[in-house]
């Protein structure tokens, strides 16, 4: 029998991204996760396709499960020896009840460990822009439940001296008992002028906030329309508003990417830090041909290559991964050069232990040709490098289907063998209901690779013009753009750099383009 084990893991605010790293690694791996908040479903992506998902929440018309029953299942699906995640909204301990949960699991000797999560009594009323503390305003923070069972207006017995307290007063589940909770603070002898301020879906993009004072928010709150989750703060600190006023340069911009998970993440991640609302537009994949038998055959005669050329992060990954299963090591490498398109290749190549030898000056392919062109004639003695008759090819060009004919048509130009062998391709796509498109309210689509278009096209269908109407297309290169192009779809934004950061700075200057046209 394998022993199970239990994992309590803070989900976090709302804003999928505000879980912890240790959190997220153990949802990618567990057996089992058993979840409740509807916010949280993002997250849970990210868990394996097999992994078992048990909803316990509250879900239109039908009751959430008792607590009893919850910590019941915990137990039986430790029991029955699995890895389970239990997700639980903001912090295990804040509220969760996951203090009732762990006791159950150790009532009945089931290992658990618990991960903290960012709790929405802190970050809730910070991404509104009021600090919890503030320097000579508020010199502590009180977080109180606004639900207490078997009490009258839902507020603890002992509300009275909480509502006395100095500081920052924070309510959770506290929407419903607004009115007591208001007349609990005034009874206490705090003034009607104490600015408060209620806060709904926070982190999240459809955040709303609602600020007063305790004299009027009640009112403010019924004529905004608030409902849960919501959390009410009261006191000084109230009144400050710490959200970047001047705002972000891509503030109120929305940006569908499509491209693979990790470059979806480097570039949203980039993207969301400059203010921008980053979505999915199209989920691809990369199929590995590292086993093929042109790249067996090319695996074969390394040593003989004098430049192996990368034009992609995934390309140095599938290429090094490709050589080792095919039962080399690195040493079959001796003493080649490696070329790159960019930093972000480099990088890559660096992880394996090789430094680039060539990168252009401009992270563009046809920069990244004309360098091996220059070298191939000075470096390798003449023609040392370039075609002759009867010699095999010095270059290899390890990319994807469909990459840039304009580095090989610069390479023949110049007179230089190469073998250019496909080492994977691009496909995939995201259900067609899920994608951006004007619908979504997308400003920008951005596309990374040929390949990547192609399987937009694919994957859209009929659909794809439509879905691209209204919306500025961000290119990351010429090849990129030529493929969308084919499809009879203009290219407004084209990146000068064939990088992360250029397709980002690209974005930013359109939009300050787009100002001055206004
Ligand atoms: N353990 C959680 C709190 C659970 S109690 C934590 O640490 O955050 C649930 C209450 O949290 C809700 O009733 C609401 O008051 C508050 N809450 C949680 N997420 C919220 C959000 N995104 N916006 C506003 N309030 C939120």
């Known amino acids: 029998m394998r022993n199970g084990m239990v994992v309590l893991v803070g989900a976090g605010p709302g804003d999928p991204g505000l879980i912890t790293v240790k959190g997220l690694s153990c949802l990618k791996a567990c057996d089992a996760v058993v979840y409740d908040s509807l916010s949280s479903e993002q997250l849970l992506a990210a868990a394996r396709p097999d992994c078992r998902k048990v909803y316990v929440g509250k879900r239109a ?3 959430s499960m008792k607590q009893e029953e919850i910590n019941r299942l915990l137990v039986e699906l430790g029991r029955e020896g699995l ?3 239990r997700l639980k909204g903001g912090d295990p301990f804040v509220f969760g009840r996951g203090g009732e949960e762990a006791l159950a699991l150790a009532a009945e000797g089931i290992p658990y460990k618990i991960i903290p999560g960012v709790t929405s009594a802190v970050a809730v009323p910070e991404c509104a822009g009021i600090p919890v503390t503030h320097r000579s305003l508020s010199r502590s923070f009180h977080v109180i439940t606004g639900h207490t069972k078997g009490e009258e207006g839902g507020l603890p017995a002992e509300f009275g001296q909480v509502a ?4 920052t007063l924070v309510f959770l589940m506290g929407l419903n008992s607004l009115p007591a909770i208001v007349e609990g603070l005034v009874k206490a002898g705090r003034p009607e002028s104490l600015p408060a301020a209620v806060i709904e ?16 928010i009640q009112g403010k709150v019924l004529e905004a329309g608030l409902h849960t989750p919501a959390i009410i703060v009261a006191g000084e600190a109230a009144a400050l508003d710490l959200s970047c006023k001047s705002g972000l340069p891509l ?18 991640t980039l993207l969301d830090s400059l203010g921008a609302k980053v979505e999915c537009a199209g989920a691809m994949e990369v199929n590995s041909h590292a086993d093929s038998p042109e790249m067996e055959a090319a695996y074969g ?10 034009t992609s992060a995934n390309g140095v990954r599938l290429f090094f991964g490709g050589l080792l299963k095919s039962g080399r090591d690195f040493r079959a490498l001796g003493q080649v050069k490696f070329a790159v398109v960019g930093p ?6 660096l992880k394996y232990g090789f430094r680039a030898d060539y990168m252009p000056q401009v992270y563009r392919t046809r920069e990244l040709a004309e360098l091996l062109a220059q070298v191939c004639q000075t470096e390798g003695g003449g023609a040392a490098l370039t075609a002759r008759e009867g010699t095999s090819p010095r270059i290899l060009i390890p990319r994807s289907r469909g990459g840039s004919p304009e580095l090989t048509e610069i390479l023949s130009r110049a007179g230089v063998a190469f073998d250019d062998i496909v080492l994977y391709d691009v496909t995939g796509g995201l259900p067609v209901q899920d994608a951006a498109g004007p619908q979504t309210g997308c400003d920008y689509i951005t596309f990374a690779s040929a390949s990547g ?16 109407a209204g919306i500025r297309t961000v290119c990351i290169g010429d090849v990129t753009a030529g493929a969308l192009e084919s499809h009879g779809r203009r290219v407004d934004v084209l990146a000068k750099e064939f990088t992360v950061r250029g397709m980002a700075e690209a974005i930013l200057n359109d939009r300050s383009e787009g100002d001055e046209r206004r």
Request: proline residues 1%; aromatic residues 8%; neutral net charge.
């Open 251 to 268: 503030g109120g911009v929305r940006v569908g990417i499509t491209g693979t998970a990790s470059f979806r993440e480097r570039l949203g």
């Open 201 to 216: 879906n926070g982190t999240l993009e459809n955040a709303r906030t609602v600020r007063g004072c305790l004299g009027d």
């Open 453 to 468: 278009v192609e399987a937009y096209f694919e994957q859209m269908g009929g659909e794809a013009m439509e879905r691209l």
């Open 164 to 167: 006395a307290l100095p500081g």
């Open 344 to 349: 972000g290749t480099a990088g890559e190549l």
């Open 61 to 63: 018309g039908r009751h």
């Open 301 to 310: 005669r390394l040593s003989r290559y004098e430049v192996i050329v990368f």
């Open 83 to 85: 890895y389970v995640v």
